[in-house]
């Protein structure tokens, strides 16, 4: 008996498959673009306007099509931060202080806020969009904080300026600044704030062409983040001039070819101690002419400068030629990782 049912239920099964597969209601349509009848466009009278019944994706003639010469594929910039994790500290460039800290403005947006709760500070007004906080009046002031991304992407510069409101406001910008510091030091940093992804504003530096860096920041902090990307990107630093920005350097130790084993057995001294044999201002008058020119000049030229858009990093080799946009972009993407 259940022999006999068992039977008829997959005779139903069978039969209803066949059913199916020979109907309408789930035919498959897949091919049927292969018989489908070309239809004539749809025609517009000639006083109304067609321009939205264009083509949503028009194919290029070949004739449209420009004749490229043949490229390097250039490599992408980095976005690493090098060995700058978790730094927080408070720079000056001689005329006011702010702190950088070795995270995004996303990141470090809620925090700022925290720490205002945690000071009791009441916030009065917030610009998500230029990354502005103002306080409420407290002790005869307020504080306006403005959250900005460095020199790089992954960094961020807070500014703190105090606007006194009554005479017995005492300075307290640099406390604060200070305060906050030591807050951003000891918390721990889980992740971005959604509201904040697009706060900051562009870097204020940027690789262009592969051949130098541009910056809104002053000279005096270009300068002095180059000195000290220098130390922290460990270069060879010959020798240097802060006052016209201006340094000699060699590549980064742990980015030098090692020699062979021949050359190691018969090399006379430790290759990554050798020093230039011309110093600086020698090498900068053979470049301007005013001295015979010199052999054998190693190392490159980093030069920090300003023009009526802002200031600018360029390289060159020790004759002061152009460098090669491979080598260039390897020197540049290197200091540029160390900016703060």
Known sequence: MFKLALSLVMCSALVGCSFFSGSDIFRNSQDDYQVAQTIEPLEVPSDLNNQTLGQLYPVASRDSILETKPFSVPKPEGI????????????????????????????????????????????????????????????GAYYQISVETGLRPQSTDIFISQVKVEEVATDTEMALLESLRVHLDKVQISGDSLLAQT?????????????????????????????????????????????????????????????????????????QSAQSPHRLDQVLLAIEGDVEKLKKVPGYLLFVSSDQDGQEIRITDGYGRRLTPERSREMLNRLYQYLL
């Open 80 to 139: 690493v931060a090098g060995n700058l994790s978790n730094v927080v500290a408070i720079k000056t460039d001689g005329q006011r202080q702010w702190l950088v800290v070795t995270e995004r403005p996303s990141e470090i947006w809620p925090q700022v806020i925290q720490f205002l709760i945690q000071k009791s500070i009441p916030v009065d007004a917030t610009n998500l969009t230029e990354g502005q906080i103002r306080t409420a009046i407290v002790n």
């Open 199 to 271: 706060i900051g504003g562009e870097p204020k530096a940027k690789i262009v062409n592969d051949q130098l860096i541009r910056s809104r920041a002053s000279i005096d902090r270009l300068i002095g983040s180059v000195d000290e990307s220098i130390r922290l990107g460990n270069f060879r630093l010959y020798d240097k001039d802060l006052s016209r920005g201006i340094f000699y350097v060699d590549m980064p130790l742990d980015a030098q070819q090692k020699p062979g084993w021949f050359k190691r057995w018969f090399s006379l001294g430790d290759q």
